[in-house]
């Protein structure tokens, strides 16, 4: 099984609503990844788990909040969102070993989000 | 991390072999040049990954010159559904991921 299965695949929210957003993989990798993709450009790297440890957080707002409970699971929390945080969401994951991450990562198909 | 740049949109037709360019000067000794293809409203799809000379897999080959300053992605006889945005990466174990604006090619009949 070589998927990442992201749900929802679309969400509305309003600024002042709470939502999650969860993504699954069974390949038994370690690393887990949160992207913000926006309309016509490239993926941007939210937050990195290691291990089920966060090891990245590329200076993201707190109003998002990741959680990694198992290493098979990644969550991200949402709170008070922006409209200008209307994005495509990706989780991805790829093999770690020994402090090694291999270029191979695999992404879920997202989750559209929409702030209202 | 190393910078890469490639042509922002090309344009081929079916049947036709297409190569992408990728420049990455500042190149480092530890990156790998490794290729992604995303589909509207897909996650992006690994497709090669090289040090140097040449990589083929069933999907693509990768070219990288001995000075390693640039890098081709070859798709041999492109159909409709290669129309897709294809990201060059310049990656070093234990680095993140940063994805360049990416060459949107569009095949047409």
């Known amino acids: 099984d070589t998927e990442v299965t992201q749900t929802p695949k679309h969400l509305v929210m309003g600024m002042t609503n709470k939502k999650s957003l969860k993504c699954e993989q069974h390949m038994g990798h370690r690393a887990m990844y949160w992207y913000k993709q926006k309309a016509k450009k490239p993926p941007e790297l939210m937050f990195v788990y290691s291990y089920e440890k966060l090891s990245i957080n590329e200076s993201v707002p707190s109003r998002f909040s990741p959680e990694c409970p198992n290493s098979s699971l990644l969550n991200l929390h949402l709170h008070a969102l922006q409209p200008e945080d209307s994005a495509l969401y990706l989780c991805?994951?790829?093999?770690?070993?020994?402090?090694?991450?291999?270029?191979?990562?695999?992404f879920g198909p997202g989750t559209r989000l929409t702030v209202t | 991390l190393a910078k890469t740049t490639q042509p922002i949109s090309m344009d081929s037709y079916e049947g036709q072999e297409v190569n992408i360019t990728c420049s990455h000067n500042?190149?480092?000794?530890?990156?790998?040049i490794t290729w992604y293809q995303q589909f509207p409203s897909q996650g992006p799809r690994f497709i090669i990954q090289?040090?140097?000379t040449k990589v083929t897999n069933e999907v693509a080959s990768l070219f990288i010159p001995a000075d390693r300053k640039s890098s081709t992605l070859s798709l041999p006889r492109v159909s409709l559904s290669d129309t897709a945005v294809y990201y060059c990466l310049a990656y070093n174990y234990g680095q993140n991921f940063v994805f360049g604006p990416g060459t949107r090619l569009s095949v047409l009949p």
């Open positions: 090289g040090y140097k």
């Open positions: 991805a994951s790829s093999q770690e070993g020994r402090g090694r991450r291999t270029s191979e990562q695999y």
């Open positions: 500042n190149i480092a000794t530890n990156d790998y």
